[in-house]
């Protein structure tokens, strides 16, 4: 079992930059891939931004990759996304999520999810 507590979400105006957090406990988070997704009213849950266990390996959505960056700290059990160049239509409730499978974009591929931080950039 892996809990997962985001942070880091706010109110930006656009152009400019937040930083989630993403701080696990449970079992080994090393051993886990993750993922950031996000979620804007009345639309489906889309993936972000993913990195590998050891963070040898990042990826992302075509509409954040330049402005997003994915990181990970294993000793402190966090995964982080800066997001820079902000802009309205990234406004949406981000989560992050655990994966056993290998770098994923699929949300049904990950098997633990936080509870969320809102994202809310004014134009």
């Known amino acids: 079992q892996v809990q997962l507590v985001e942070s880091g979400g706010g109110l930006v105006q656009a152009g400019g930059s937040l930083r989630l957090s993403c701080v696990a406990s449970?079992?080994?988070?090393?051993?886990?891939?993750m993922g950031w997704f996000r979620q804007a009213p009345g639309k489906e849950r889309e993936f972000a931004a993913g990195?590998?266990?050891?963070?040898?390996?990042?990826y992302y959505a075509d509409s954040v990759k330049g402005r997003f960056t994915v990181s990970r700290d294993n000793v402190k059990n966090t995964v982080y996304l800066q997001m820079n160049s902000l802009k309205p239509e990234d406004t949406a409730v981000y989560y992050c999520?655990?994966?056993?499978?290998?770098?994923?974009?699929?949300?049904?591929?990950?098997?633990?999810w936080g509870q969320g931080t809102q994202v809310t950039v004014s134009s």
């Open positions: 999520a655990a994966s056993d499978y290998g770098p994923e974009k699929n949300p049904a591929m990950y098997k633990y």
């Open positions: 449970g079992r080994t988070f090393s051993s886990y891939n």
């Open positions: 990195i590998s266990w050891n963070g040898g390996v990042t």
